[in-house]
């Protein structure tokens, strides 16, 4: 139970910095397609943790 607490949190924050350098990455980047994929990417693998440790 304590193990998925921390799990889920780290899931969390994962998906907080995910979006943070997203966000960053839009903004930075002239090219809006690379930043879209690269959060397509954060996002797919930030789910994919959640559901392994879930």
Known sequence: MYLRGVTRLG???V??????VGTILYK?????RIA???L????????FLYILFS
């Open 28 to 32: 930075k980047s002239k090219s809006i």
């Open 11 to 13: 899931a969390v924050i």
């Open 15 to 20: 998906l907080g910095i995910a979006s943070i």
């Open 40 to 47: 397509i990417v954060i996002t797919l693998f930030t789910v």
């Open 36 to 38: 879209h994929i690269l």
